[in-house]
Each structure stands twice: as structure tokens, then as C-alpha cells.
């Protein structure tokens, strides 16, 4: 088991332009979740996956922002016309869904975006 | 809603006991984490704890939960230069899947 993976680690775009990053949770935990993490401060909860539906979104995921996880394993979040004050740590982690590690959220590493 | 407040600096010497404190608002949180984050790194679970306890000890972690004042605080002992990070504490609801995450506390561990 390698973890929650992300892809990419660093994304700079220009202002206006569409970005796209991707979610790998740890094999066969079903539950998903984004976060955003802005300089100086903790992470902010954007939205939930339970296999392949989307069950919870935070008001901070505007109109811009789509995640999907058409078949429950991967997830992707993304951004259209990306505004400076999107630039931010965007973290990913998964829970399995019984045993000791329910209560458990495992990180990835984050895609670092940067808009120019 | 919840909110999770933590001091935003702390500095100790290598060798001695690092406490880090959080306080909350929501005293409907069911479990209360803290998360090690280093530099470009993502979160690392260090522990967490059920409302219901009043200590949890994990190796050089313990973990202190007091209800009533809803303040939560988690001791290193023998801070290691190892241990210089970001400390995140955080609370969540049992079946509800949103983490309520606080600033931060940076831990700095010089000779």
C-alpha cells in the first residue's frame, strides 16, 4: 500500500486558464475528501465522495470548482478560469469505510497550485 | 460552526517537553486529532483521541482532553530536531466526514 497519491505535486497556470488534478486513495477505502490549504493556514474542507457519489460540498466549492470519482476509485478536482486567490495547497485523503482506521483521514502529499 | 484555535508559535530546546494546546468551540466533537505537517509535505496522523477519554499516551505522545474547557493539548517528550514541524489539531464528528482544522502551531527544536 503506497498511500494517498497525487498528481500533479506543482501546477502554475495563468490566470484564467482551466486546471485539472487527480486523487488516488489508498486501495479500497471508499471514502474521499478535498481540502484547501492556503499559506499560514490549516486545511478547509471542500467536498466528500462515498464511492462514486459526491455527498458533501463546502460553500467554498463556487461554481468554478468540480470534483468527480466516476468509478469510486480515482478523484478529480477542477478549476475553471482560475482566479489568483485560488492558489492555494489542494489536499486529498481517504478513510476506509469499517475497522480501526474509520475515524482515520490519510493525507497525500497535495498539489500545490500557483496562479500567475 | 466550529472553530479550533491554536497558538501560532512555540520554541523549545532539544531534549525537553514540547505542549502544544488547542482550543475548541463545537463540544459536539466526537474525535479530536492532531496532524504533523512538514515543510511541503501533506498531514501526518500523529493521534487522536475519543471525546470520551481524558488521556490518551502513545510512545513520547500524550494527549490531554479537557471537556469541560474544551481544550485539548498534546506533549512531546524529549522533543527531537525531528519533531520541528507544523502541529494541526482538529476536530471531527463520528460518521460526519468534515475535519474542522486549526491554524497551526509551528514547533521549532533548537540544540
Known amino acids: 500500500d503506497t498511500g494517498v497519491s497525487q498528481d500533479p505535486r506543482h501546477k502554475i497556470t495563468k490566470r484564467g486558464q482551466n486546471v485539472t488534478f487527480r486523487c488516488d486513495p489508498i486501495?479500497?477505502?471508499?471514502?474521499l475528501y478535498w481540502y484547501r490549504q492556503t499559506l499560514g493556514q490549516g486545511p478547509e474542507f471542500l467536498t466528500y465522495f462515498q464511492n462514486e457519489a459526491q455527498l458533501e460540498k463546502s460553500r467554498l466549492l463556487s461554481d468554478r470548482f468540480s470534483a468527480e470519482r466516476p468509478k469510486g476509485s480515482f478523484s478529480t478536482l477542477e478549476i475553471q478560469r482560475t482566479e489568483q486567490g485560488d492558489s492555494a495547497m489542494y489536499l486529498c485523503?481517504?478513510?476506509?469505510?469499517?475497522?480501526?482506521?474509520?475515524?482515520?483521514?490519510?493525507f497525500g502529499p497535495g498539489t500545490r497550485l500557483t496562479v500567475l | 460552526g466550529e472553530d479550533v484555535e491554536q497558538s501560532l508559535f512555540l520554541s523549545v530546546r532539544e531534549g525537553d517537553s514540547s505542549v502544544i494546546n488547542c482550543t475548541y468551540t463545537?463540544?459536539?466533537?466526537?474525535?479530536l486529532y492532531w496532524y504533523k505537517q512538514e515543510p511541503g509535505a501533506g498531514l501526518q496522523l500523529l493521534t487522536y483521541?475519543?471525546?470520551?477519554?481524558d488521556m490518551k499516551q502513545d510512545q513520547r505522545l500524550t494527549v490531554l482532553l479537557n471537556k469541560k474547557d474544551k481544550h485539548l493539548s498534546l506533549r512531546i517528550a524529549d522533543t527531537q530536531t525531528g519533531d520541528s514541524a507544523i502541529y494541526f489539531c482538529?476536530?471531527?464528528?463520528?460518521?460526519?466526514?468534515?475535519?474542522?482544522f486549526g491554524a497551526g502551531t509551528r514547533l521549532a527544536v533548537h540544540p
Open positions: 486501495s479500497e477505502h471508499n471514502r
Open positions: 485523503a481517504s478513510s476506509p469505510n469499517r475497522g480501526p482506521a474509520y475515524n482515520e483521514q490519510f
Open positions: 463545537d463540544s459536539s466533537s466526537t474525535y
Open positions: 483521541i475519543f471525546s470520551n477519554m
Open positions: 482538529a476536530g471531527g464528528l463520528s460518521g460526519y466526514n468534515k475535519l474542522i
